[in-house]
């Protein structure tokens, strides 16, 4: 390796010559990568993923190869950015770090001598691969606009319980964070649990429609969602084509249909086990989001940090539940893992003073459920 001269030359050496001969091994066996990007450089990129199998990724990281190089072409342009601290960490061995963590719910040392990184590197890239997935959620995390599409989310509901006009089924559930501080009770639920409560909704298949992660664990649903950005779109855009589905949690409006709490009708039967078949979707979607990334599922315990960085990594969760969906990766029939707290709600038996809405859902229990 040919070495330039830096500066002026060391005592000891020959007139002429800019290094003394006792300096010439060790500058010579100097990596350059080192002096480029900082100690490291070459184990950080020692891990290639052709040199491991596909069952060996997926039991490590949760994915197949083809989905780790979709999302190092996705991904790739910001995880370099100069301006990061861990710009010398290729984003293949970032977005391998944060996979391992959503997926496992830990920083396991092996998991990061794996890939040639340390804990405190792990930690970097998970912070770095969830904010470049957060700045991608508005992509993936989407109500359909078009009207053929629409008309296709509607049929796919209504081809699981006859339930005419939904666009997306609506829930919450909570996830287990570290607490805060001494004083701040806001986000206790009612187990005494610090936590998150995540507002989303999803389609027939399972893909999030939307996805509000940032609410503290005090909040009951029904106020999670009078507070939610959901309401404003539905409320703002006064969308007369269909309408959500929300449990008894959830108080009865125009777009938004929930059970009758005393049913009596056969019709009114009939109309609350079509609702119950078809809100049961976004049981089974928090299932497989629990299921896939165990860093959400409390068997790891709670996520270690504060509330805003806990929400941005469930939201990214959710953004990769969405790409999964999209790239054929399926878990619908993998089966519920850990303890994740989801405190039970104290449903109050009350009806919506809305007039409108229950003229609607009158007019949809005579017209389909009769």
Known sequence: MQV?????PCHGGAPGDPWPSAMAVPIAVLDCDLLLYGRGHRTLDRFKLEDVTDEYLVST????????YYLVDLLGATLSRPTQRSRAISPETQILAALGFYTSGSFQTRM????GISQAS???CVANVTEALVERASQFIHFPEDEATVQSLKDDFYGLAGMPGVLGVVDCTHVAIKAPNAEDLSYVNRKGLHSLNCLMVCDARGVLL???THWPGSLPDCTVLEQAALTSQFETELRKDGWLLGDSSFLLRTWLMTPLHIPE???EYRYNMAHSATHNIIERTFRT???RFRCLDGSKGTLQYSPEKSSHIILACCVLHNISLEHGLDVWSSPATGHMEQPEEEYEQMESVDSEACRIRQELLLTHFS
Request: net charge positive.
């Open 4 to 8: 330039k001269p830096l500066g002026k």
């Open 61 to 68: 990281y949760g994915f197949p190869r083809q989905f780790i």
């Open 112 to 115: 990061g001598d794996a890939i």
């Open 122 to 124: 792990m930690s970097r």
């Open 210 to 212: 939307s996805a509000e």
């Open 265 to 267: 009708t056969p019709a």
């Open 289 to 291: 989001i629990r299921s």
